[in-house]
């Protein structure tokens, strides 16, 4: 049984964050009840929870409030926990409500909703974006931090391998007549107005581009890559890619996810893109589902690739992301990719 509580406990005490510029601040949170947005509000709460100093007011954007309150059981006003229901796109801001920073975290995640959604993807990426930066600007925000991704470099690298790491200013090619483009191209336009209302009215956005990011507190119902790879192995069940697993990427951890936005948010250049990854965990799609394989060594499961040209998969890529602008600030990863798949197979045991 993995307990999430107690990994956000654990990093509300250890996290070297200038913790006294969020003190007695309210804290926006979109996305709020997905993977990375539930646990940047976790973190706060059980920051709030320790009594380490005055209370941080946490107020989660959710589309849904049942939805939120099974999310976030056990927490309620008292600890800071506020809620606002609406979607990014239409979200008008309450006036007796003072906002001062903003993480934003909204935005659809699975490969095959991007397929068979692309209009409601944009949208929900570039107008919820822009939507989000006019109330920081009207709010006069302190800090805001968009959540993107390493999708934005494209197909990247033209072969695996480190010898060529990714910048944050080399950004590859996107096919923008592909219906699943709607996602990079969308993160890239993100980043865009994050840059432009930095630029024009002095908004302190920056970006944070993480690696593919996992971990403990995914639905149970999840369907990509990673966690198919574990509930595949743990059913004692072989691993079938519908690719060839040739892509090379890098991953990165929930709770590293988590401490790179703060520490961007805390830290960061407006107008600046930050990579968050691991770069112990670079591998090919295959090794992925090895490792994950070899966590059960018992089972006798297997890994083998059968081909679907019409799978919701980006084309081949080859992504190893240079994060020395990130660790300039002081921010580390904690977990390999066989420490974030044993924490995720522990997590989904329960």
Same mark, same amino acid.
């Given at each position: 049984m993995f307990d999430l509580t107690a990994e956000s406990r654990d990093q509300a005490q250890t996290l070297a964050l200038d913790w006294r *510029?969020?003190?007695? *601040?309210?804290?926006?949170? !979109?996305? @709020?009840?997905?993977?990375i947005g539930s646990a940047c509000a976790r973190l706060l709460l059980e920051r709030n929870r320790l009594g380490l100093g005055e209370q941080i007011g946490v107020t989660c954007l959710v589309r849904n409030a049942q939805k939120a309150n099974d999310v976030f059981e056990g927490y309620g006003p008292e600890d800071g926990l506020r809620f606002v229901e609406s979607s990014v796109e239409e979200l %008008?801001? =309450?006036e007796d409500l003072p906002l001062h920073y903003v993480i934003h975290a909204a935005c659809p995640t699975a490969s095959r909703f991007f397929t068979e959604h692309p209009v409601e993807t944009a949208d929900a990426?570039?107008?919820?974006?822009?939507?989000?930066? @006019?109330? @920081?600007? $009207?709010?006069?925000?302190?800090?805001?931090?968009?959540a993107s991704s390493m999708e934005a470099y494209g197909n990247g690298n033209d072969a695996p391998g480190l010898n060529r790491l990714l910048d944050e200013s080399q950004v590859g090619y996107v096919n923008p007549l592909v219906a699943r483009s709607c996602?990079?191209?969308?993160?890239?336009?993100?980043?865009?107005?994050?840059? $432009?209302?930095?630029?024009?009215?002095?908004? =302190? @956005?920056?970006?944070? *581009?993480?690696?593919?990011?996992?971990g403990p507190g995914i639905p149970k119902t999840d369907t990509r890559l990673f966690a198919m790879c574990v509930k595949k192995a743990m059913?004692?069940? $072989?691993?079938?890619?519908?690719? !060839?697993g040739a892509s090379t990427r890098m991953y990165l951890y929930t709770a590293d996810a988590i401490s790179a936005l703060f520490t961007v948010l805390l830290s960061g250049e407006p107008g600046t893109a930050y990579n968050a990854a691991n770069p112990a965990t670079y591998s090919a799609v295959w090794e992925l589902a090895e490792t994950a %394989?070899?966590?059960?060594?018992?089972?006798?499961?297997?890994?083998r690739c059968e081909v679907d040209p019409n799978a919701p998969y980006?084309?081949?890529?080859?992504? =190893?992301? $240079?994060?020395?602008r990130l660790q300039a600030l002081g921010?580390?990863? !904690?977990?390999?990719?066989?420490?974030?798949?044993?924490?995720?197979m522990e997590y989904l045991k329960d």
């Open positions: *510029r969020l003190e007695g *601040r309210n804290v926006l949170i !979109t996305g @709020a009840t997905g993977l %008008a801001w =309450p990426i570039v107008l919820g974006t822009r939507r989000m930066l @006019a109330i @920081a600007r $009207d709010q006069k925000v302190a800090g805001f931090v968009y996602y990079p191209e969308g993160k890239r336009m993100a980043e865009q107005y994050c840059c $432009d209302f930095a630029s024009e009215y002095g908004v =302190p @956005a920056m970006v944070v *581009r993480l690696a593919q990011t996992f059913a004692g069940e $072989d691993i079938v890619l519908s690719t !060839t %394989a070899d966590l059960v060594p018992d089972t006798g499961v297997e890994v980006p084309p081949e890529h080859h992504l =190893p992301l $240079d994060v020395s921010w580390q990863p !904690t977990q390999d990719l066989r420490g974030m798949l044993g924490n995720l």
